[in-house]
């Protein structure tokens, strides 16, 4: 199981543009990576997945290098509503894949 | 609104006590996931199941069990509670067997709301 590296908290003001980097060495070959928002005593949310390249929705893009071995979540112009955890996930197609949470990143906006 | 349901939103018991708590997943998922998280601390995986099996087991202590039924609701059994155990719960559920289960898929994970349960 691929084990995920991601900065324990950061910093950031309304209006700029956040950027979360994911470490994920051992990544395998048919491995997704995919993204979750939490807020306090919520459950997670899916924010985005993918596999390479680039994946851009309505809420964020993620862009993966072409070795894989990183993954980086981009916020366009966070607000204050963006202040959350955000978690870094890697997993493949097995039909016992254990979804593993790492520590996530807490996210602090400013106005 | 996930779609998943959770009960009950809050719970609070002694230590050696015993609970239940429930869990319906959104209309058409077979899997369901149970999580673990403590005051800010990550969320724990502890055991996932699919149409009625289980399918993964993360670090789940021996005092606690859960089942998933023929209507595909989950419920998670925790016993001889301790002080340490309380918690947040959460249950989410997939329509695959896995996080891509075997074909693609989106892979999205929906979470209820959670259970917190205090032990006194």
């Known amino acids: 199981l691929a084990k995920t590296t991601q900065p324990i908290s950061m910093d950031s003001y309304e209006g700029q543009e956040v950027n979360i980097t994911c470490s994920h060495n051992?990544?395998?070959?048919?491995?997704?990576i995919t993204w979750y928002q939490q807020f306090p005593s919520q459950g997670p949310r899916f924010i985005i997945q993918?596999?390479?390249t680039k994946v851009t929705n309505e809420v964020a893009s993620l862009f993966i290098p072409a070795d894989r071995k990183s993954s980086t979540l981009s916020l366009p112009r966070v607000s204050l509503s963006d202040t959350a955890v955000y978690y870094c996930?890697?997993?493949?197609?097995?039909?016992?894949?254990?979804?593993?949470f790492g520590s996530g990143t807490r996210l602090s906006i400013r106005p | 609104d996930s779609g998943v349901t959770q009960t009950p939103k809050h719970l609070i018991t002694a230590t050696g006590q015993r609970v239940t708590l429930r869990c319906s997943p959104r209309?058409?998922?077979?899997?369901v996931y149970w999580y673990q998280q403590s005051l800010d601390q990550g969320l724990q995986f502890l055991i996932q199941?699919?149409?009625?099996?289980?399918?993964a087991k993360g670090n789940i202590l021996e005092r606690f069990s859960a089942q998933q039924f023929p209507d595909l609701h989950s419920e998670l059994n925790l016993s001889s509670l301790e002080l340490g155990d309380s918690a947040l719960y959460f249950c989410?559920?997939?329509?695959?067997?896995?996080?891509?289960?075997?074909?693609?898929?989106?892979?999205?994970?929906?979470f209820g709301e959670g259970s917190r349960l205090t032990v006194l």
């Open positions: 989410a559920s997939s329509v695959t067997e896995g996080l891509a289960g075997g074909r693609w898929d989106t892979g999205e994970l929906f």
């Open positions: 051992n990544i395998a070959t048919n491995d997704y």
């Open positions: 993918g596999y390479k």
């Open positions: 996930l890697v997993g493949g197609y097995s039909s016992a894949s254990k979804i593993i």
């Open positions: 209309s058409g998922d077979l899997s």
């Open positions: 199941y699919y149409n009625g099996e289980e399918r």
